[in-house]
């Protein structure tokens, strides 16, 4: 494998050790970031806050959305990026998949037209502890565009903490397809605790299988892995 695995003391120096690789990215010409949603990338959110960082000439492109959930639902992943960045940091343009359209596979159309003219400079990723990277669960072809997902028993179960009821969690998903991650130039993957252990070993040390999604990255030439130790302990 040739990804750059750092093992960080813990969360926050995590996302300090990945908004150092977005400053660098910045200063040398990136100018579209793929973002994620889920616990794991609001310290480098914060850090990117903290930070006298400028993203009003940046563009964003969210990884996924649950499909129906509305807009203003304090768990649809557009609040979520309202909440936890643009609030504070806003972009020029920030792209998030439109879960609530009409016609689904329109809006996954709609969405690979936009990464499309949008080609992500540094895609983050966060992990499921199944190896879900966005919302691509295990099977899913590993040249797949942006699509609508079920979602898997598990993730719904992981997810349920979120919602009021297990019934409430959205059994769909749209999300950008792994075929559109890996054009992104550069991936920061970032997984903290020991529930994420079996998947990070099965990410590095597995082989690369679509049972495994995030083991896709094993083929990408510039992948950066920031664990905490809880999240390595397998490794
Ligand atoms: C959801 C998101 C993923 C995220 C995963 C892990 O399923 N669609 O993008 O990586 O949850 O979430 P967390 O970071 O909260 O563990």
Redesign the pocket.
């Known amino acids: 494998t040739i990804m750059d695995i750092k093992i960080v003391k813990d969360k926050v120096a995590g996302g300090q050790a990945a908004f150092a690789i977005i400053q660098q990215g910045i200063a040398t010409g990136a100018k579209v970031l793929g973002l994620?949603?889920?616990?794991?990338?609001?310290t480098l959110y914060q850090e990117m806050i903290k930070s006298d960082l400028d993203f009003r000439q940046l563009t964003s492109v969210n990884?996924?959305e649950y499909v129906g959930l509305p807009y203003d639902n304090p768990q649809s992943?557009h609040q979520f990026m309202q909440d936890n960045l643009f609030s504070k940091k806003p972009f020029k343009h920030s792209y998030v998949p439109e879960g609530m359209a009409a016609d689904i596979d329109q809006a996954a159309k709609d969405y690979d037209k936009i990464i499309e003219a949008n080609p992500i400079d540094i895609q983050i990723?966060?992990?499921?502890?199944n190896g879900?990277?966005?919302?691509n669960e295990p099977g899913t072809p590993f040249d797949e565009l942006t699509h609508e997902v079920r979602?898997t028993e598990s993730?719904i179960e992981?997810?349920k903490r979120f919602f009021a009821d297990e019934k409430d969690v959205p059994r769909k998903?749209i999300?950008m397809g792994i075929g559109s991650i890996m054009k992104s130039k550069q991936i920061i993957l970032?997984?903290?605790?020991s529930?994420?252990a079996d998947a990070i070993q099965a990410t590095i040390e597995g082989p690369v299988t679509t049972h495994v999604p995030a083991s896709v990255l094993q083929n990408h030439a510039n992948a950066t892995i920031i664990i905490d130790e809880a999240a390595a302990s397998k490794l």
């Not at 994620?36 to 609001?42: Q, R």
């Not at 990723?125 to 502890?129: E, H, P, Q």
């Not at 879900?132 to 919302?135: A, E, S, T």
């Open positions: 994620a949603t889920g616990s794991t990338p609001i990884l996924d992943y990723l966060g992990i499921g502890r879900h990277i966005g919302f979602l993730t992981a997810n998903a999300s970032m997984a903290y605790g529930d994420k």
